[in-house]
């Protein structure tokens, strides 16, 4: 992953306290491992493992599903050892032999692919490759535990989407993506201009960025674009998105008797570029994370001494862990009350689940008002449904908001499609 100099003029996070509250509500949880010698190994929790798979499957959405000649693939973590004159950089040629213990990178995984989704196309182009999967990189960050945890350390699950595209249109289709791209971690972030964008040339013979291409070839290959974020320790790169051109398929296409060659709209055959988008799990959960943090100082009307500020996460409602949650609250001790209101937190939660949300059912936790708002706040959850005696004399709720903390009074027949309503103009 490559750095970027600092930004002046972003939002300030407090590291220390910020990393607190990972590990305070189960995100990151670390343990003692015996033969990693000193260093610090972490786990992902219940919360860290929920906003992992919601983020996955918004890319996937994104990607995949949103999008036509865009073709999954899925493959083993084993990697290719390669030949000793070849290096092991996903940015240079390798060839596939044996299997070894990990993989570094997803990019072989669609080379390997190419030529079956080639068929399955008849030859047209575009299309896309998609792939996502756990990758082990030896090279050493030089970073403190707390950044390796969000960061990933030396295993990340890595995205990769591989466009393959007639060489004429590469720079056009590049632009395309990159707007694409920024747009989709801009979405998900409560400060999207701490999302930018940089450029750099790949070309070793041209370390002026400007560079040089044959007749009829785009101008964009072996260009790398960046999009950076900025963490508290400074600008980092969160995803690339880069022409590489078409040497890796040349390459293959030298060795055996297969064509790579496509056919363009005009029927006219070539060898595609390959412009690939490059991202992980732990880029992206760290960086919404971070970005969705904040110390709500608390409105006092008396001149006592002062409270401490409220932590909070303002995760996107597609990403945060749970998007509701339902509580219960009384001064009742009625075993009868306590069956029937049991029964109703059930049946909104089922309700509430049958729509598609994923609800966090705390109806029978206990606890106060206060400590039910300062947990569900800290773990990001973006409304929370109150039921209490009114709920069986009138069917009335209380639904309170995490980001405006304002609580108002719905009908329970209502609360389903109320926060239908509600997530759905979050996401406009």
């Known amino acids: 992953m490559r750095k970027i100099r600092p930004r002046m003029g972003v939002t300030k996070v407090n590291f220390t306290n910020f990393f607190n509250l990972l590990q305070a509500r189960g995100f990151v949880i670390q343990r003692n491992v015996s033969d990693s010698g000193s260093k610090l190994v972490f786990d992902h929790g219940p919360l860290g493992a929920l906003l992992r798979q919601n983020i996955l499957k918004q890319w996937w959405e994104v990607l995949v599903q949103r999008h036509s000649n865009v073709f999954p693939i899925e493959c083993s973590p084993l990697s290719d050892v390669c030949d000793d004159n070849i290096s092991r950089h996903g940015d240079q040629e390798r060839?596939?032999?044996?299997?070894?213990?990990?993989?570094?990178?997803?990019?072989?995984?669609?080379?390997?692919?190419?030529?079956?989704?080639?068929?399955?196309?008849?030859?047209?182009?575009?299309?896309?490759?998609?792939?996502?999967?756990?990758?082990?990189?030896?090279?050493k960050r030089d970073s403190t535990p707390q950044q390796d945890s969000l960061l990933g350390g030396s295993s990340e699950t890595k995205l990769l989407l591989q466009n393959y595209v007639a060489p004429t249109s590469s720079g056009r289709i590049m632009d395309y993506w990159l707007q694409l791209r920024l747009s989709w971690w801009k979405n998900f972030s409560r400060n999207p201009a701490n999302f930018t964008v940089t450029s750099r040339s790949l070309n070793n013979n041209n370390a002026g960025g400007d560079s040089v291409s044959p007749e009829g070839e785009d101008s964009s290959v072996n260009t790398e674009l960046s999009i950076v974020y900025e963490f508290p320790w400074g600008q980092e790169q969160v995803e690339e998105i880069r022409n590489v051109g078409d040497s890796h398929l040349r390459h293959l296409q030298d060795q055996g008797p297969e064509t790579y060659t496509g056919k363009t709209s005009g029927n006219k055959a070539c060898l595609p570029h390959c412009i690939e988008c490059s991202t992980s799990v732990e880029l992206a959960s760290a960086a919404w994370l971070i970005d969705s943090y904040d110390e709500r100082k608390p409105i006092s009307t008396t001149k006592k001494a002062p409270k401490k500020n409220k932590m909070v996460l303002h995760l996107h409602p597609q990403i945060a862990p749970y998007q509701v949650a339902v509580i219960r609250v009384s001064s009742s001790s009625s075993s009868t009350y306590a069956q029937e209101i049991h029964h109703v937190c059930t049946h909104l939660v089922r309700e509430l689940q049958s729509v598609g949300m994923s609800v966090f059912n705390a109806s029978e936790h206990g606890g106060t008002l206060e400590a039910h708002f300062t947990r569900n706040d800290q773990i990001g959850i973006p409304y929370t449904v109150i039921l209490n005696e009114n709920t069986l004399r009138d069917g009335s709720v209380n639904i309170r908001s995490r980001d405006t903390e304002i609580r108002t009074t719905s009908h329970i027949a209502q609360v389903a499609s109320q926060m239908e309503q509600n997530l759905m103009a979050q996401l406009d």
Do not use: Q, W
């Open 95 to 139: 060839s596939f032999t044996t299997p070894s213990v990990s993989r570094e990178t997803l990019h072989e995984d669609c080379l390997r692919n190419y030529l079956h989704i080639l068929k399955l196309t008849n030859g047209h182009l575009p299309f896309s490759i998609a792939t996502a999967g756990l990758c082990v990189s030896c090279t």
